[in-house]
């Protein structure tokens, strides 16, 4: 399995608090993604990362930032929750993009109920 | 718009045979990938198709046809353990995943 954690695993907080999730690996992988999962949705990209200062927005990005000041570490941050932000996040890395069979690897995903 | 198409739900018995399907619509196309997911656990990868035809790996096989946007996910000799859900997930232009809603499989005996 490739060694990726996520913390906290679940997590319940006010609306308007500040939250942020870590993702950490130890693949040494350059690209690494921050996705959420709702019922009758697909996973939807928040913003990915394809090294260490570079990243970019994905589909659904209005309300979340994200850092990457070390290789292994990945954070997202919504600023203000909401609770259209309840949802479980995973993250997800990769070796490669442009070779187009590498697979992502999940990490154990976080469980973030706003209220 | 980008759209990934697979059943809600399909329920099939212990030791049968089930095919799941998978239409798309995006733009550009790098590549078909399967992952199973769980009920709480993360997806994990099942397979990948980028020519038309099919791949074997075990008990499951995926078949891809680029002319149809068309792809499935075959699952033989089930088995229980197989009750979870399967995504559909195509790399577009962009080399960005765009996910299906997946397809909860139900194994009865």
């Known amino acids: 399995d490739a060694g990726i954690t996520q913390s906290p695993r679940h997590k319940v907080t006010e609306t308007g608090t500040p939250v942020t999730l870590r993702c950490h690996q130890t693949e040494n992988h350059r690209y690494m993604y921050w996705y959420r999962q709702d019922p009758g949705h697909g996973l939807r990209l928040i913003h990915y990362s394809y090294g260490v200062k570079d990243t970019d927005k994905g589909e659904v990005s209005d309300g979340y930032s994200v850092s990457r000041s070390k290789t292994e570490d990945f954070l997202l941050t919504l600023e203000s929750a909401t609770s259209s932000q309840t949802s479980v996040y995973f993250c997800a890395i990769s070796e490669s993009e442009g070779d187009t069979s590498y697979e992502q690897y999940f990490g154990p995903g976080t469980r973030l109920t706003v209220t | 718009g980008q759209n990934i198409d697979q059943p809600t739900e399909m329920t099939a018995t212990e030791g049968a ?67 979870a859900s399967y995504l559909c997930a195509v790399k577009d232009s962009n080399y960005q995943l765009i996910w299906g809603a997946g397809t909860k499989l139900i194994i009865k005996p």
Not at chain 2, 43 to 67: C, I, W
């Open chain 2, 17 to 83: 045979i089930v095919q799941i399907n998978c239409t798309y619509q995006t733009s550009g196309f790098n590549g078909l990938f399967w992952y199973q997911q769980h009920a709480g656990e993360a997806p994990t990868f099942l397979s990948y198709n980028v020519l038309d035809g099919l791949e074997e790996k075990g008990r499951f096989s995926s078949f891809l046809s680029r002319s149809k946007g068309y792809s499935y996910l075959l699952l033989k000799e089930l088995q229980m353990k197989d009750s």
